[in-house]
């Protein structure tokens, strides 16, 4: 990914918009967590890794109605059902 070099003015609540060329390309979508730190002088705005809602897992998680949802627990779901 390179520096796009895009500035934006922080509002009167301390918000910025980040452009939405960049969310896609970081996979963020509305109303994803991100996660803020500081490095170097710097604010480094990343997506937050989202654990799966049944086991906490961060391996192979995907999405269900909304949720986050690892294979494991996605297989066991299917069998319940």
Known sequence: ???EGVVRAIDPL???????EMR?????????P???RTEG???????A???CVF?????????LLGQPICLSCREKVKKEA
């Open 34 to 36: 991100v996660e803020f």
């Open 14 to 20: 301390g918000r910025v918009v980040i452009p939405k």
């Open 1 to 3: 990914m390179k520096n």
């Open 41 to 47: 002088g710097q604010i480094i705005i990343t997506r």
């Open 55 to 63: 086991c906490g897992s961060e391996v192979s998680v995907d999405h």
């Open 49 to 51: 890794a989202q654990g």
């Open 24 to 32: 896609k390309r970081c996979r963020i979508e509305v109303g994803d």
